[in-house]
């Protein structure tokens, strides 16, 4: 949960580098509202806590196409962003039809993106 004087944003973004699975970096920037200085982190998108959901692709993730490590992707992100295991379940499909399938070798997504998106679908 993100304190209430705390602004975040992040972004989704990878590069597909070959055959398998392919690691997503969260980039995270933080900054008290009010506040010109922000404080940027990442990490990497784990897969585990979407597989508990639904294992599409136990070996991870991979975008650029409409198959099962699309799918694990989709279901990671909006779980990520969102917390909410029902809503990335029900959306996740319709999600990495939108997002995922469509981001050829370099991805990259927005957290306004996705909520702008989650707006229109929720």
């Not at 972004?11 to 580098?17: I, L």
């Not at 009010?34 to 979407?50: N, R």
């Not at 294992?55 to 909410?84: K, M, R, V």
Request: hydrophobic share 35%.
């Amino acid at each position: 949960m993100i304190p209430d004087d705390v602004v975040q944003m992040k972004t989704y973004t990878g590069d597909n580098v070959g055959c398998g699975p392919q690691p997503v970096r969260v980039t995270v920037i933080r900054r008290l509202k009010g506040s010109d200085g922000a404080k940027p982190g990442w990490y990497e998108l784990p897969v585990k806590p979407s597989l508990a959901l639904y294992n599409h692709s136990p070996d991870g993730f991979q975008w650029g196409y409409q198959g099962s490590g699309c799918a694990q992707l989709a279901l990671a992100i909006l779980l990520d962003l969102t917390e909410d295991q029902d809503l990335s379940v029900r959306l996740h499909q319709e999600f990495k039809r939108h997002f995922i399938a469509t981001a050829g070798k370099h991805l990259m997504i927005t957290e306004p993106e996705i909520r702008d998106w989650l707006k229109v679908k929720s």
